[in-house]
C-alpha cells in the first residue's frame, strides 16, 4: 500500500506532524493549555478509534461504549483511593476488566440485530451508570478525585504534562496501527463481511459471532485503556463519563470523522473538540458587529449550530470529514 | 544635577506606574449558565456584576476583568473550565461553583497553581474538614450547617418525630446528616431520591402519610424545589403535616411556587430583608435593575466580590503576595450582606442561621421575610479534621 | 395495604405517560423504521406550548387543547422539513440526525422562553385528594391522567383495528413497498403519523407538567424508558407498548417504594438509601436486557416486512 500524495492523505500527515508539535508550540507560548486541551483530544480520539473497530468496520452500532471509559478510570481511581497507585498494577486490571465486562455484554448482546442491538448495550451502558451511581464509598454520582496519577517506578511521570501528553498520542498511534493492522487482516475481512452479509459468511464456514465478539471486546479492552489515561488527565472520574449522551458523543466523532477509515475518529475527535470550542468565538465574532455586546449572551447558544450541523453531515457527507477529504461517498 | 536625576526617576516612575496599575485583576467566574439551572448561574451573575458596578468596576485602582464559565452542572466539564482558567487565562481567582460535587472535582487543579478559589456557594464536609486548602475561602456556608440550623429550629418547636426526604448526592446527604445532627426528635425514616432524574415524588408522599410523623424535613434546591411543594399540596399533606425546609424555597423558585410556599419555614445564613446597609443597598440596586429579589445564590456572590476587593486593596493591587493576601482574607475585613462574621480554621464562615418565611410585599409579590435568628455564630463540625491552624 | 394500593396506581399513572410517550415512538418506528430520539422534545414542546397557551387563555383545559394543535403541527413541520429525508436509511444515521435535533430543541427552547422553565397552575378543584377507598386518598389530578391516557389508549385501538387509516398504518408496517404500490398517499400517510405520535407525547408532556416543572430537557430521561417499553413490548405493537408501559411503571415505582425497606433488613439505613434508588434503576433495563436476551424481538413482536 503505497502512501499516495492524495488531499486526505496529506492532511492527515499534517495533522499528526501538528499534534506532535503541541507541546513544542505550548512551551514556546508559555500556553500549557493548549496541551491540557489537545491531551483530551488524543484520549477521546483512542476511544473513538476503538469504538470505530466495531461500529465502522463491524457496523455494531454499540450505544454503551463510553461505559468502557468509565470502568478503566474506576480501575485507576478505586485502586488510587485504596492506596495501589502502581500504574504497572492500575493499567493492566482496567484493560482486563474492560475486556471482561465486553465479553458478558457482547455475548449477551451480539445475537441481536439493529436497533435492538443498540439498545441492549445501552442497556447494559446504564446498569454499569447507576451502579456506579450507587458506590457510595467511592463518591457515587459526585465521583472520585485521584490525587495521585499512575506512578510508574521512575520510568515516566506522568505529572509531567509533556511526558504524558506523548505518551497518550504513542498509545493513539499504536491503537491506530493495530486496528488498521486488524481490519486488513483476515479477521478484518471477515467482521466487514459479517456486517453486509452475515448468512452469507457464515454459510461460507465463518464462525461470524465468535469474530465479532472478539473485535467487541478488543474495542472495550482499547477503550478500557483510554478510560485509565482519561482518569489521570482530568485527575477525576465519576458516573457521568459513562451516561449514554456520552456514548451518543463519541458515536459522533465516529460519524463525524468518517467511518470505516484508519484516522477518521482521530479527525472526528479533533473536529468536535474544536467546534466545541470554536463555534461560541466564531458567533461572538460574526454577531458582533451586528449586535455589539449581546453578540457575548447570543454565543451562549452554540449548540443551536452544532445540533443541525450533525443532520446536515448524516444527509450530505455520509462518510464523514474523512469522506469529504477523500471525495468518495461511502454507503 | 541632582535635580535632573531626580526630574528623571519621577518621570521615569510616572511612565511606569501607569502601565503597572493598568494590568487587570483578572477574575474565572465558573456557574451553571445552561440547562434548567442556569437561572441559578445567572442570579449569580448578575449580582457579581452588581458587586463589581458598585465598586466602580476596580479593585486598588486596577481594572477587573471577569471570564464566566458554564461547567454544564457536570463534574466533568467544571474542572476542564477550572484548569482552563488558570492555565490558559492566568486568572488571579477562580469564584463561584454553586454544586458540590464540581467544586470537588475542580478544587485540585486551582490550589494546586496556588490561585485563590472562593465558594459563593458548595460547602462539601470534605473540603471543610481533611481537604481543606490555604487557597480556598467561602463567603457561603458548610453544607450540613444549614440543616442543622433547621434541626435545631424543630427541636425547639417541640416536634417528636420528623421524615426526611432529600436527593441522592453529596450535598443532599450532608442536609440529612445535618439535620440529624442537632434534631433531638426522632427520625422515623429518611428518604433519598434519585438525583437529578426523579422528579416524581408520589411513592415518597406516599410513605409519609403511612408513617404520619409530626413533621417532614426536605432539601429540594432548584426546579426540584417547586416539583416538590407542588405534589405536596396536591398530595393533601400540606396543612396536615407541616414542612421544614433548607435551600427548597429561595428567590427564584419562590415566583414558581408561588401560594404553595405560603407557612413553609426555611433556614439560611442570608435573607433579603436583614437590617444592614450593604444589603438594603443590594437588594434595593439588585431589584431596580433586574426586578425580581435576589436570591442567596446572588447575595453569596456579592459578597464574593467585596471579599476578594478586600484582599486586593490590602497588597495594593500587588498580586502576586499570596500569604498578605490570605492574611486580610481571613479577618472578613469587608461589608458583607449578612453582617458580619468571622472565618474558622478552615475558612468557613462562623455565623448565624435565620428562619425565613414566605410572605407577600407591598406590591404583592412573594418574597423571603427573616422571622428569628436561630442559631448565632455557628461553625461546622467539621473544622477539627481540617489540619490548619491560624 | 392501602400504601400498597396507592402506590400501584402511582405506577400506573407512571406506566400510562411512559405508554403514551412510547405509543407515539413505537408507531414511528414500526411504520417508518424511524429512531427518533427527538421524540422526547415534542414531549417537551407539548409541555412549553401548555404551560404557554394556558397562561393567555387562562384556562388549562383550553390550553391544552391549543398545545396539542401546535405541537401536532410542530411534528408534521419536522418530519416534513428535516426527517422526511431519513427514511430508509441506517438506524446509526437517524440516532446522530436525531441526536442533533435534541439539542437544537433544547437551545431553541431556552432562546424563546429562557432558561428558568414555566410553571402551569391547576384549577383547584383538579388538586385536592378524593378519597377512593376507605383511608386511601388520591390526588384528583392523578385519577385524570390515569382515565385520559386510558382513553387515549382505546382510541388508539378502535383506530388502529377499525378504521381505514389505521389499516393503512397497519398495512403500511408490516409491508410498505406494497402499500406504496396499492396507490396510497405514503407521504401523506406518515406524515399524518408522525404528527399523531408527535400529539401523544406532546400530550405526555403537558399532562405531566403540572406535577413536575416545565423545563428544559425534560424529555431526555424519560426517552431512554420510553425506548425501553417500546424494546420490551415489541417494535411497532401499541399493544405491547401498553403492557411493558405499565409493567415498567409498576416495577420502577413499586421497587422504589419498597426496595429501601427491603434492603434496610440487610444494609444500614444510608447504605439502603444510596443503593435502593440505583437499583431500582438497573431493575428496569436489568429487564430489557432479559428480555432481550430471551425473546429479541419484544414481548408482542409484529410481523415485519
Not at chain 1, 492524495?6 to 508559555?30: D, F, G, H, K, S
Not at chain 2, 426546579?223 to 398530595?235: C, D, E, P
Not at chain 3, 402511582?10 to 405517560?17: A, E, S
Request: glycine content about 10%; proline content about 4%; some cysteine.
Amino acid at each position: 500500500m503505497t502512501a499516495a500524495l492524495t488531499p486526505r492523505n496529506v492532511v492527515i500527515a499534517v495533522l499528526m506532524l501538528l499534534l506532535a508539535a503541541v507541546p513544542v508550540y505550548a512551551a514556546v507560548t508559555a500556553n500549557n493549555f493548549l496541551v491540557t486541551l489537545f491531551t483530551r483530544v488524543l484520549i477521546l480520539g483512542m476511544a473513538a478509534t476503538s469504538l470505530n473497530l466495531i461500529l465502522g468496520y463491524g457496523g455494531m452500532v454499540s450505544f454503551g461504549h463510553a461505559v468502557y471509559l468509565g470502568i478503566g478510570g474506576y480501575a485507576v481511581g478505586i485502586l488510587a483511593f485504596e492506596g495501589a497507585t502502581s500504574g504497572f498494577v492500575q493499567w493492566p486490571l482496567a484493560i482486563l476488566v474492560s475486556a471482561l465486562f465486553a465479553l458478558v455484554v457482547g455475548a449477551l448482546s451480539l445475537r441481536t440485530r439493529g436497533v435492538y442491538f443498540i439498545m441492549i448495550t445501552l442497556a447494559f451502558a446504564q446498569l454499569v451508570y447507576y451502579f456506579g451511581v450507587g458506590l457510595d464509598r467511592y463518591g457515587a454520582d459526585d465521583g472520585l478525585t485521584i490525587r495521585t496519577r499512575s506512578q510508574f517506578a521512575g520510568l515516566l511521570n506522568l505529572s509531567d504534562r509533556a511526558q504524558f501528553y506523548y505518551l497518550c498520542l504513542a498509545l493513539l498511534v499504536v491503537t491506530i496501527y493495530l486496528i488498521a493492522r486488524l481490519v486488513n487482516s483476515r479477521f478484518g475481512m471477515v467482521i466487514q463481511g459479517a456486517r453486509s452479509n452475515d448468512r452469507r459468511m457464515r454459510a461460507i464456514g465463518f464462525p461470524t459471532f465468535r469474530y465479532r465478539l472478539t473485535a467487541f471486546v478488543i474495542a472495550g479492552a482499547v477503550c478500557g485503556l483510554a478510560g485509565a489515561l482519561l482518569a489521570n488527565h482530568t485527575g477525576f472520574i465519576s458516573p457521568a463519563t459513562m451516561h449514554w449522551t456520552r456514548s451518543g458523543d463519541l458515536i459522533v466523532m465516529v460519524v463525524l470523522g468518517g467511518m470505516g477509515s484508519s484516522f477518521g475518529p482521530l479527525i472526528g475527535a479533533v473536529a468536535l473538540l474544536s467546534l466545541e470550542e470554536a463555534l461560541p468565538v466564531l458567533i461572538r465574532v460574526a454577531a458582533s458587529p451586528l449586535f455589539g455586546d449581546a453578540a457575548l449572551r447570543m454565543a451562549e447558544y452554540w449548540q443551536i449550530v452544532l445540533g443541525p450541523l450533525f443532520l446536515l453531515v448524516v444527509l450530505f457527507a455520509r462518510g464523514g470529514i474523512d469522506g469529504l477529504l477523500a471525495g468518495a461517498r461511502r454507503g | 544635577m541632582k535635580r535632573l536625576l531626580m526630574g528623571t526617576v519621577a518621570l521615569v516612575a510616572l511612565g511606569a506606574a501607569p502601565a503597572w496599575a493598568q494590568q487587570p485583576v483578572k477574575i474565572g467566574f465558573v456557574s451553571t449558565f445552561s440547562g434548567p439551572t442556569a437561572v441559578i448561574g445567572n442570579d449569580m451573575r448578575n449580582s457579581f456584576e452588581l458587586a463589581l458596578d458598585h465598586l466602580g468596576r476596580k479593585m486598588a485602582g486596577k481594572p477587573v476583568e471577569v471570564i464566566y464559565e458554564d461547567d454544564q452542572q457536570k463534574p466533568e466539564v467544571g474542572v476542564q473550565k477550572s484548569q482552563k482558567l488558570v492555565e490558559s487565562d492566568k486568572v488571579d481567582f477562580v469564584i463561584g461553583y454553586i454544586w458540590s460535587n464540581v467544586l470537588l472535582a475542580s478544587l485540585k487543579p486551582v490550589v494546586d497553581s496556588q490561585t485563590f478559589l472562593i465558594s459563593a456557594n458548595a460547602g462539601p464536609s470534605q473540603i471543610a474538614g481533611e481537604q481543606c486548602s490555604p487557597f480556598f475561602f467561602s463567603t457561603s456556608w458548610q453544607n450540613d450547617q444549614t440543616p442543622q440550623a433547621m434541626g435545631t429550629y424543630m427541636s425547639q418547636k417541640g416536634v417528636k418525630t420528623a421524615f426526611l426526604i432529600g436527593p441522592n448526592y453529596a450535598a443532599g446527604k450532608d442536609m440529612l446528616t445535618g439535620v440529624r445532627t442537632t434534631f433531638k426528635g426522632q427520625v422515623v425514616s429518611e428518604e433519598l431520591t434519585k438525583w437529578p432524574d426523579q422528579l416524581d415524588f408520589s411513592t415518597e408522599l406516599s410513605k409519609v402519610r403511612a408513617a404520619r410523623p409530626e413533621a417532614v424535613f426536605v432539601f429540594y434546591p432548584g426546579a426540584a424545589g417547586v416539583q416538590f411543594l407542588t405534589q405536596y399540596a396536591q398530595s393533601g399533606l400540606k396543612g396536615q403535616i407541616p414542612l421544614y425546609t433548607a435551600f427548597t424555597i429561595d428567590a427564584i423558585t419562590l415566583p414558581l411556587q408561588k401560594d404553595l410556599a405560603l407557612g413553609v419555614p426555611g433556614a439560611q445564613e442570608w435573607v433579603n430583608d436583614l437590617p444592614n446597609d450593604a444589603n438594603k443597598k443590594f437588594v434595593a440596586d439588585f431589584r431596580a435593575k433586574h426586578k425580581n429579589y435576589p436570591s442567596f445564590y446572588g447575595a453569596q456572590s456579592y459578597d464574593a466580590a467585596n471579599f476578594v476587593n478586600s484582599a486586593v486593596v490590602a497588597v495594593n493591587g500587588d498580586l502576586s503576595k499570596k500569604d498578605a493576601m490570605r492574611a486580610e482574607m481571613r479577618k472578613a475585613n469587608y461589608a458583607s450582606v449578612r453582617g458580619p462574621y468571622k472565618y474558622g480554621n478552615n475558612h468557613f464562615p462562623i455565623q448565624n442561621f435565620y428562619l425565613q418565611d414566605v410572605v407577600k410585599d407591598a406590591e404583592s409579590n412573594f418574597t423571603l421575610k427573616t422571622v428569628t435568628t436561630i442559631v448565632k455564630d455557628s461553625q461546622d463540625q467539621f473544622h477539627d479534621k481540617c489540619p490548619m491552624k491560624w | 395495604m392501602l400504601l400498597f394500593i396507592e402506590q400501584c396506581l402511582n405506577g400506573l399513572q407512571f406506566g400510562l405517560l411512559l405508554f403514551l410517550l412510547a405509543a407515539g415512538l413505537t408507531l414511528v418506528f414500526g411504520i417508518m423504521d424511524l429512531v427518533n430520539l427527538a421524540h422526547g422534545s415534542l414531549y417537551m414542546l407539548g409541555a412549553y406550548f401548555a404551560a404557554t397557551f394556558a397562561a393567555w387563555t387562562d384556562s388549562f383545559v383550553l390550553g391544552a387543547l391549543l398545545a396539542l394543535g401546535a405541537t401536532l403541527v410542530v411534528g408534521m413541520a419536522l418530519e416534513v422539513v428535516a426527517l422526511r429525508r431519513l427514511y430508509g436509511r441506517d438506524h446509526l444515521d437517524h440516532v446522530l440526525g436525531t441526536f442533533g435535533l435534541i439539542l437544537f430543541f433544547n437551545e431553541l427552547v431556552r432562546l424563546v422562553w429562557g432558561p428558568a422553565g414555566l410553571s402551569l397552575s391547576l384549577p383547584m378543584w383538579f388538586i385536592y385528594p378524593v378519597e377512593i377507598l376507605p383511608g386511601l386518598f388520591y390526588p384528583t389530578y392523578r385519577i385524570a391522567i390515569i382515565v385520559t391516557a386510558l382513553l387515549v389508549a382505546l382510541f388508539l385501538y378502535i383506530l388502529v383495528m377499525r378504521t381505514r387509516l389505521g389499516m393503512l398504518i397497519r398495512a403500511g408496517a408490516s409491508n410498505r413497498e406494497m402499500t406504496g404500490a396499492l396507490g396510497v398517499n405514503i407521504n401523506l400517510l406518515y406524515t399524518l403519523v408522525f404528527g399523531l405520535g408527535a400529539a401523544l407525547a406532546g400530550l405526555a408532556g403537558l399532562m405531566q407538567a403540572p406535577i413536575l416543572t416545565v423545563q428544559i430537557g425534560m424529555g431526555e430521561n424519560i426517552l431512554i424508558l420510553a425506548f425501553v417499553v417500546i424494546i420490551i413490548g415489541g417494535i411497532g405493537s401499541i399493544r405491547g407498548a401498553f403492557i411493558a408501559a405499565v409493567l415498567v411503571g409498576l416495577i420502577d415505582t413499586i421497587g422504589r417504594a419498597f426496595l429501601p425497606d427491603l434492603l434496610r433488613l440487610v444494609l444500614t439505613s444510608r447504605g439502603a438509601s444510596t443503593v435502593a434508588p440505583a437499583m431500582s434503576s438497573m431493575m428496569i433495563y436489568l429487564l430489557m436486557a432479559i428480555v432481550l436476551v430471551l425473546r429479541p424481538e419484544g414481548l408482542f413482536p409484529v410481523s415485519s416486512k
